[in-house]
C-alpha cells in the first residue's frame, strides 16, 4: 500500500458556529471562565451606575455601590446572607444548565420552584410525630417530586409533540402561579385565621438546621444559613458527575450536540428529553423546597422571587458547568444580599440589581461585544445554543 | 470577452486555500479545472464570484482590473455561476427562484411583476433548450430539473462566463450526455465556461484546455487530446494513482442481509422505497448505484433503523429487524457508516475519544452499569488512531479540528474495528481526498476477505464498478438491475440508472 | 408512482395516521367531558344579546342543546380524525371546536341568564388586539429566520415609553416614542444575534430581563412618585367610523374601536401584500428560506435582517402601547403579563402568516375575553382558574400545531459569511 500523501486541508466544520461550544464548552480556559465573565460583571456595574446617574444623580453611585459591597460581603452576616441567597440559585441554576447541556431551554424554573415549594410546604406541615432525620428528607424528596412533575410536563409536550419549551414552560410558570393563588386559600392549606393565600407553618421538625448558628453573632436565633447549602453543593459534585462520568450524561450531552448522531449511537432522543426536563424540573423543585424548609417556613405568592430567571443568567455565566454555576451563583446571591443593603441604605432600588443581571447576561452571551471594548483577544467564536422550533 | 485570474492567493488560518493561480478563460471556449477534494478549486471560484476576496492578486476582464464586493458585482460583470449545492429556495417555484434579486417591477412598492418574469423564464428556456414549468415549486423538481433552473438564472443575468462547480455529481450517464450538449450548446452561443469536476473522463471529453490545480497551485496544463487520465491523476495527486482497487474475487459465503418487499416513506409521505427485495451474503460487496434521489437514503436509514419502513421485511440471519432501533443492530454486530458524516456520524464538538464510543458506549468495556470508564475508551481511541491513521496531534481534539478524509477515518475506524458480520457503508468517500480514498476502499475490500457481508451505497459509478462484486441498480425506488460486477459498465449500468431497466 | 402498500404487509401505520388517531382520541375524551359536565343536568336558556340594547337581537337557546351540540362536534371530529384523519383542515378544525366549545361553557355558565355576545365579541377584538401586534411581530423578525423571544420585552418597553411621552407631550407623540422604543428594543436583538450570533433564544429572553428590569426600575424610581408628571396619559378613544359602524353586530366590533384596532387590520394587510406580492418580500423571505441562496445573487443577508427585525421590534412597541394609551391609560409593572409569548403561539398557529396570526390572536382574544365574562358571571368557577385560560389555550395549540406546521427553513441559525 503506498504512503497516503500528507494533505494540508481545511479542517471541516469550523464554520458554522459549534453547537454548544460557547455555553457549554469543553476546555474551561482562563480567559472564557474567569477573564470574560469578571469583565462581564465589571462592565455591567459601570453601566449600572449609569442608570444610578440618570435617576438619582451622580453622587449617589458610591452609597449604593459601598452599600451593595458590605452587604454582600462584609461580616459574617453578609456572607451568611450571600450563601443563604445563593443556595435555591444554585440548585436552579443546575437545573437550567443541565437543560442547556442537553440543548433544552427551560425557562420554566420559576413554576418549577413553586410547585416543589409548595408540595414540600405540604410535606412539612401534613405529617406530625416524624423525627427530623426522617421529616427533612421526605419534605425535600416532596420538593424534588413537584418539581419534577412540572418539568415532566412540557418534557412530554416537548419529545412527543414538537412543542417548545421556550413556550410551555413559561405558561406552565403562569399556570403554577395561579395555582399557588387558589391552592393557599383551600381550607387544608390556608393558615389558621388568615383570609389572605399563605400557608400554614410547616412543622418544626421539617425545618433545615441553620449550620452557622453556633456562631455568637446576631440575636434572633443567629445566622441564617441552613443544611440546604451543603445540600445544593452536593448536587452540584452528583449533577457534574452526571453529566461527566456517567452514560446517561454523555446522552445528555449528545442529545444536545446533535441529536441526529445520538439517534445513530442508538441513543433515544425522546427519552433524553424528557428525563432532562423532568431532572432539571427536580433540581428547581428543591430549590423551592430549599426555600420554603430552610428560610421561609411557609408558602405564600411569589415566594420564589425571580430566581427562575436568574437561574438563567447563571447557567450562561457559569457555562452550563457545575462548578461555575456555583461560583456565578454565589456572585447572584452577593448581588441579591448586597442589593437589598443597597436598598435599605441608599435611595437606590432593587430594580437595578436586575438590569446589572441582565446587562451580566448580555455581556456574557455576546462575548465578542466584551472582547470588543475591552481588547482581549482570543477565545472560540459562537453563539448558537438552541434549536429553534422544530426538533 | 477575456477573464483573467493573476497571481490570486487565498489564506485561512493554517493553509493556503490558493496560492499564486493563473487562470484565463475566453468567450467560446471552455476551460476545464481539475483537482480534487480539498484542492482549493471552490474557493478559486468563490472569488471569483465576490463570495471571497482574495489576499493577493488580481482579476481583469478585458484586460481591466475587477474588484467585486460581493456577488452582486461578479453578476453585473457578466460572471454566472452554477453552484455544486444548488441555491435554490425549496418553497418557491422556477419563476420565483430565477428572477429573485433581480425582479421585473412595477410601481414605486416594489410590486413584482410576476407574468413578465414568467414570459421571460419561458423565453429563455425555449432557446437554450432547457425545458421547465415556470410554475412548478422547486422542492417537487427532481435534481435535473433543479439544475436547469440553476443555468436559467445564469443565462438571465445574461452572464458571459459562466463557472459550472461540480455539475454532473447528480446525473445519470444519459443525463451527461444532454447536459454536455447544453454546455456545447452555450459555447456555440459565445459564453465562456469554467468547468470543475474531479470526473477524469468528463473532463477529457467537455474541455477544450485543462488547468489541474493541487493543494492550491496549479501544477500544470493539459489538453485533451494529448493527456490520459493517468496523467491527469498523477497531476491531481502527486503521485502515480491507482485507479482499479486491487481485489481477489469473492467467495461468498450464507446470507446475512436479506430484505424483502421494503416500502419507506419519505418525509412527504411519497413511497421512496417501493417494493425492494435483495440479499447480501458474508464474504461479498454488493453495491447499490443510483443517481442520488432515487431511494436509497431512505434504504439505507430503513435498514438501520433511522426510520421506520411502511411495509416489507429486513432481516439478519434468521432474526428480523424490520422495525428494529439503531442500538439493537449495534448489538448484531452491524456497522453503518452513514452518508452525512457530519450530521449523523459525529458529534462535532465532542473530542475525538467521546466520538469513537458513540455507539458503543453504552456497555463494557466502556461502561458498566451507568458509570463511564473513560480511561478505556481513551485507550481504545489512541489505539484507533494509530491503526487507522487518524492525522492529528491529539486525541482530545474536537472532532470539526480534523479535516473530512479523517473524519471519514475515524467513523470508518469507529465501525470496522469491532467484530463486523454485516457493514453498510454509504456515499463512504464523497468529498474527500484521494489518498483517504484509496484507504477506506482498501478496509472495505479487508473486511469483506474476513467475512463481513459488505453493502455500499454510492452515486459515485466509478467506485461501485471498482469496490463492488455484485451490482444492482436503484431507480426511483425499486431495483432495476442486478449485474455481476465483473460484467458491468458505466454505459450499461448508466442506462438502468436513467429507467431503462423499467 | 402505484403504492406497494397492502393492509396485509404493512408493519406500522404511518406517522400522519397515528398523530390524527391520538387527535381523534382527545376529542372523543373532550366529547365525554363536555356532555358530562356540561350538559347534563343543566338547566335552563342562555340569552345571548347581540344587539346594543337588552332585546333588540337577542338569541335564545337552550344551554343544555348548546352544550350537547359541541360535545357531538367533538365526537364527529374524534371519529374523523380515528377513522381516516381531517389532514390539512386540521388546524382549522380544532379552533372552530374549540370556538363552539367556547359557546357551549358560556351557555352553561350563563344558564338562566343572558349575556351581551356583542360586549364579548367586542372584547375579544380588543384582547386580540396587543397578542396581535405581538404576533405580527414575530412573523416580521421569523420570515428572516431571526427568532424574536423579545417581543414581550418590547411590548413592555413600548408600554412604558408610550405612557411617559404621552405624559409629557401627548398621546401621538406617546405612540410614536413607543414605536421607536421597540424599533430600539429589536435593534439590540439584531446586534446579538446577527453580528455577535448570540443564540437568538437567549438573546430575546436577555431583552425580555432588561426590558422587565429597565421599565420596573424606572417606574419604581420614577413613575410611581410623579403619576401626574409621568405617568397619566389618559386612553385614546375609540373613532366610529362613519357609516360602517352602523351596521349591526359587526358594527360594533369591527369599526368602532381605537386607532390600535385599525392599525393591526391595516398592518395585517399591508404585510401580507408586502410579503407575498413585492420585491422586498421576495427577498426577506428568501433570506428567511434559504439565506446562502439569497447571499449568492447579491441580496445583503445581514442588512435584510437588521431592516426586518427593527420593523418588527417597531410594531411590536407599538403594540405595546396598546396597554397604556388604548386600555389603562396608566404603566403598572409587567402589566404585559405574557401577552408577548402568547403572540408567539398566535404566530405558529397562523402559520407564520399575517392573516393567520390575526386569525390565531382573535382565538386567543376570545379565550381572554371569555374568561372575563366567566369572572363576571360568578360561574362558580375560581377565578385563578379562570386566569389560566388563555396559558393552557397557548399550550393547547402549541403542542396540537406545531408539529404540522413548518417555519422559515432558516429560522433561528445565524448566516456566517465564510
Redesign the interface.
Known amino acids: 500500500?503506498?504512503q497516503?500523501?500528507?494533505?494540508?486541508?481545511?479542517?471541516?466544520?469550523?464554520?458554522?458556529?459549534?453547537?454548544?461550544?460557547?455555553?457549554a464548552p469543553?476546555d474551561i480556559d482562563w480567559r472564557s471562565l474567569v477573564i470574560i465573565p469578571s469583565l462581564a460583571v465589571l462592565s455591567a456595574l459601570i453601566v449600572g451606575a449609569v442608570?444610578i446617574v440618570f435617576?438619582?444623580g451622580l453622587d449617589a453611585i458610591l452609597p449604593a455601590y459601598r452599600a451593595l459591597f458590605s452587604g454582600a460581603f462584609l461580616g459574617w452576616s453578609s456572607i451568611s446572607e450571600t450563601l443563604l441567597v445563593a443556595t435555591p440559585l444554585i440548585l436552579a441554576g443546575l437545573a437550567v444548565a443541565l437543560g442547556f447541556r442537553a440543548g433544552l431551554?427551560n425557562?420554566g424554573a420559576e413554576g418549577q420552584m413553586t410547585v416543589g415549594g409548595l408540595i414540600a410546604v405540604i410535606a412539612g406541615f401534613s405529617f406530625d410525630g416524624l423525627p427530623a432525620i426522617v421529616h427533612i428528607p421526605l419534605a425535600l424528596l416532596a420538593g424534588f417530586l413537584g418539581g419534577a412533575l412540572w418539568g415532566f410536563i412540557p418534557g412530554l409536550?416537548r419529545a412527543k409533540?414538537?412543542?417548545?419549551e421556550?413556550?410551555?414552560t413559561?405558561?406552565?410558570n403562569?399556570?403554577a402561579f395561579?395555582?399557588l393563588?387558589?391552592i393557599l386559600k383551600l381550607p387544608g392549606i390556608q393558615a389558621e385565621g388568615r383570609f389572605d393565600p399563605i400557608s400554614q407553618p410547616v412543622l418544626p421538625s421539617s425545618r433545615l438546621p441553620r449550620i452557622l448558628a453556633w456562631l455568637p453573632i446576631d440575636g434572633a436565633g443567629g445566622l441564617r444559613l441552613h443544611v440546604g447549602f451543603l445540600v445544593a453543593l452536593a448536587m452540584a459534585w452528583v449533577v457534574y458527575w452526571l453529566l461527566f462520568?456517567?452514560?446517561?450524561?454523555?446522552e445528555f450531552?449528545?442529545v444536545g450536540?446533535?441529536p441526529?448522531?445520538?439517534?445513530?449511537?442508538?441513543?433515544?432522543v425522546t427519552v433524553a428529553i424528557i428525563l432532562v426536563m423532568t431532572l432539571s424540573g427536580a433540581l428547581a423543585g428543591m430549590a423551592g423546597g430549599n426555600e420554603t424548609l430552610g428560610v421561609l417556613g411557609r408558602a405564600s405568592p411569589g415566594f420564589t422571587a425571580a430566581i427562575g430567571?436568574d437561574a438563567?443568567?447563571l447557567a450562561?455565566l457559569g457555562r452550563s458547568h457545575p462548578g461555575g454555576v456555583v461560583l456565578s451563583a454565589v456572585l447572584f446571591g452577593a448581588l441579591r444580599a448586597g442589593g437589598r443593603t443597597m436598598q435599605v441604605q441608599s435611595e437606590v432600588?432593587i430594580?437595578?440589581i436586575?438590569?446589572i443581571?441582565?446587562?451580566i447576561?448580555?455581556f456574557i452571551?455576546?462575548p465578542?461585544?466584551v472582547r470588543a471594548i475591552y481588547r482581549v483577544r482570543g477565545g472560540k467564536?459562537?453563539?448558537?445554543?438552541?434549536?429553534?422550533?422544530?426538533t | 470577452m477575456r477573464l483573467e485570474l493573476k497571481n490570486v492567493t487565498k489564506r485561512f488560518p493554517g493553509v493556503v486555500a490558493n496560492d499564486s493561480v493563473d487562470l484565463t478563460v475566453n468567450s467560446g471556449e471552455i476551460v476545464g479545472l481539475l483537482g480534487e477534494n480539498g484542492a482549493g478549486k471552490t474557493t478559486l471560484m468563490n472569488i471569483l464570484y465576490g463570495l471571497y476576496e482574495a489576499d493577493e492578486g488580481e482579476l481583469l476582464i478585458d484586460g481591466r482590473q475587477v474588484r467585486f464586493a460581493g456577488p452582486g458585482d461578479a453578476i453585473a460583470a457578466g460572471i454566472g455561476m452554477v453552484h455544486q449545492h444548488f441555491m435554490l429556495v425549496p418553497v418557491f417555484d422556477v419563476t420565483e427562484n430565477v428572477v429573485l434579486g433581480v425582479e421585473p417591477t412595477r410601481g414605486p412598492l416594489g410590486h413584482i411583476d410576476i407574468d413578465q418574469a414568467r414570459d421571460d423564464v419561458r423565453e429563455i428556456s425555449s432557446k437554450y433548450g432547457l425545458a421547465v414549468d415556470p410554475d412548478a415549486v422547486v422542492e417537487d423538481l427532481p435534481v435535473g430539473v433543479q439544475q436547469r433552473i440553476e443555468i436559467i438564472k445564469v443565462l438571465f443575468r445574461e452572464a458571459e462566463i459562466i463557472v459550472f462547480d461540480e455539475p454532473t455529481s447528480v446525473l445519470t450517464p444519459q443525463e451527461v450526455e444532454d447536459f454536455f450538449a447544453i454546455v456545447r450548446g452555450l459555447k456555440e452561443a459565445g459564453k465562456g465556461i469554467i468547468f470543475i469536476t474531479h470526473k477524469l473522463g468528463e473532463m477529457l471529453e467537455i474541455a477544450d484546455r485543462i488547468a489541474v490545480l493541487r493543494r492550491g497551485k496549479i501544477v500544470g496544463e493539459a489538453e485533451p487530446g494529448s493527456a490520459t487520465k493517468e496523467n491527469l491523476a498523477e497531476m491531481m495527486v502527486g503521485r502515480p494513482v491507482d485507479l482499479v482497487v486491487d481485489k481477489s474475487p469473492a467467495q461468498p459465503k450464507e446470507v446475512v442481509l436479506s430484505v424483502k418487499n421494503l416500502v419507506v416513506q419519505d418525509e412527504r409521505l411519497h413511497n421512496a422505497v417501493n417494493d425492494v427485495s435483495f440479499e447480501v451474503r458474508s464474504g461479498e460487496i454488493v453495491g447499490i448505484a443510483g443517481v442520488q434521489g432515487n431511494g436509497q437514503t431512505e434504504l439505507v436509514e430503513a435498514i438501520t433503523g433511522l426510520i421506520l419502513p411502511l411495509a416489507g421485511s429486513v432481516m439478519i440471519g434468521d432474526q428480523d429487524i424490520t422495525l428494529a432501533s439503531p442500538r439493537k443492530l449495534h448489538q448484531l454486530d452491524v456497522a453503518h457508516v452513514p452518508e452525512d458524516r457530519q450530521r449523523d456520524g459525529l458529534v462535532l464538538s465532542f473530542d475525538l475519544v467521546e466520538n469513537l464510543v458513540l455507539d458503543s458506549y453504552y456497555a463494557k468495556p466502556y461502561s458498566k452499569g451507568i458509570v463511564m470508564d473513560w480511561d478505556e475508551a481513551r485507550r481504545h481511541a489512541d489505539e484507533l488512531i494509530e491503526q487507522y491513521d487518524i492525522r492529528t496531534p491529539s486525541a482530545l481534539l474536537t472532532a470539526s479540528s480534523l479535516s473530512g478524509g479523517n473524519q471519514q477515518k475515524l467513523i470508518v475506524a469507529r465501525e470496522f474495528a469491532r467484530d463486523t458480520r454485516l457493514i453498510i457503508a454509504s456515499q463512504p468517500t464523497r468529498g474527500i481526498d484521494v489518498g483517504s480514498i484509496e484507504y477506506i476502499h482498501q478496509r472495505i475490500v479487508e473486511e469483506r476477505d474476513e467475512g463481513a457481508a459488505v453493502l455500499i451505497v454510492s452515486s459515485e459509478l466509478d467506485e461501485v464498478l471498482a469496490l463492488a462484486d455484485r451490482i444492482l441498480v436503484m431507480y426511483r425506488g425499486r431495483i432495476v438491475a442486478e449485474v455481476p460486477g465483473s460484467e458491468a459498465t458505466a454505459t450499461d449500468l448508466g442506462l438502468f440508472m436513467a429507467g431503462a431497466g423499467v | 408512482m402505484t403504492a406497494v402498500v397492502d393492509a396485509a404487509t404493512l408493519v406500522r401505520a404511518p406517522a400522519e395516521v397515528r398523530r390524527a388517531r391520538v387527535r381523534g382520541i382527545i376529542y372523543l375524551i373532550l366529547a365525554v367531558g363536555t356532555y358530562g359536565l356540561l350538559a347534563s343536568g343543566t338547566e335552563g336558556d342562555v340569552i345571548f344579546r347581540l344587539g346594543e340594547v337588552a332585546g333588540d337581537l337577542d338569541w335564545a337557546v337552550s344551554s343544555k342543546g348548546l352544550a350537547t351540540f359541541s360535545a357531538a362536534v367533538f365526537g364527529f371530529l374524534g371519529g374523523w380524525e380515528v377513522t381516516r384523519g381531517v389532514g390539512r383542515w386540521s388546524n382549522v378544525a380544532l379552533a372552530i371546536a374549540l370556538g363552539i366549545f367556547a359557546f357551549a361553557f358560556l351557555g352553561f355558565a350563563a344558564a338562566g341568564k343572558s349575556l351581551s355576545l356583542v360586549g364579548m365579541l367586542d372584547g375579544s377584538v380588543k384582547a386580540a388586539t396587543p397578542i396581535a401586534f405581538g404576533a405580527l411581530s414575530g412573523v416580521m423578525c421569523e420570515r428572516v429566520a431571526v427568532i424574536n423571544i423579545g417581543i414581550e420585552g418590547m411590548l413592555l418597553t413600548g408600554a412604558f415609553m408610550g405612557a411617559v411621552m404621552g405624559t409629557i407631550v401627548g398621546p401621538v407623540v406617546g405612540v410614536i416614542g413607543a414605536a421607536l422604543a421597540g424599533g430600539v428594543m429589536a435593534a439590540g436583538l439584531a446586534v446579538l444575534a446577527i453580528k455577535y450570533r448570540v443564540d437568538q433564544i437567549i438573546a430575546g429572553v436577555v431583552i425580555n430581563i432588561f426590558a422587565l428590569g429597565l421599565t420596573s426600575f424606572l417606574s419604581a424610581q420614577l413613575l410611581v412618585e410623579n403619576s401626574t408628571a409621568f405617568n397619566s396619559p389618559g386612553v385614546l378613544r375609540p373613532i366610529p367610523l362613519p357609516l360602517l359602524s352602523d351596521i349591526p353586530v359587526l358594527g360594533r366590533i369591527l369599526f368602532e374601536q381605537n386607532i390600535f384596532v385599525y392599525a393591526m387590520f391595516v398592518i395585517v394587510a399591508v404585510l401580507s401584500y408586502g410579503l407575498f406580492k413585492t420585491r422586498w418580500g421576495l427577498r426577506s423571505r428568501a433570506v428567511g428560506e434559504h439565506p446562502k441562496a439569497a447571499d449568492t445573487l447579491g441580496i445583503n443577508v445581514f442588512r435584510t435582517r437588521y431592516v426586518n427585525v427593527i420593523l418588527g421590534g417597531m410594531i411590536a412597541g407599538l403594540g405595546g402601547a396598546y396597554f397604556t394609551l388604548g386600555s389603562v391609560g396608566a404603566f403598572n409593572e409587567n402589566m404585559t403579563a405574557g401577552r408577548g409569548y402568547i403572540g408567539l403561539a398566535a404566530m405558529i398557529f397562523g402559520r407564520w402568516h399575517p392573516v393567520g396570526a390575526l386569525a390565531a390572536a382573535l382565538v386567543f382574544g376570545f379565550a381572554d375575553s371569555l374568561q372575563v365574562k366567566l369572572a363576571i358571571l360568578d360561574s362558580g368557577i375560581p377565578s385563578e382558574f379562570l386566569l389560566m385560560a388563555p396559558y393552557l389555550v397557548t399550550i393547547v395549540v402549541v403542542a396540537g400545531v406545531v408539529g404540522a406546521a413548518r417555519p422559515p427553513a432558516a429560522d433561528g441559525q445565524p448566516y456566517v459569511k465564510e
Open positions: 500500500m503506498t497516503a500523501p500528507e494533505v494540508v486541508e481545511k479542517p471541516e466544520g469550523e464554520g458554522p458556529p459549534s453547537w454548544l461550544e460557547r455555553v469543553r442608570f435617576t438619582e431551554f425557562i409536550l409533540t414538537g412543542a417548545h421556550v413556550i410551555t413559561i405558561m406552565l403562569f399556570i395561579r395555582s393563588d387558589y462520568k456517567t452514560t446517561w450524561g454523555f450531552r449528545a450536540a446533535n441526529h448522531a445520538a439517534k445513530y449511537g442508538g441513543m433515544s430567571f438563567i443568567a450562561l432600588g430594580d437595578l436586575v438590569i443581571q441582565a446587562l447576561i448580555v452571551a455576546a465578542e461585544l467564536e459562537t453563539g448558537q445554543l438552541t434549536r429553534g422550533w422544530s
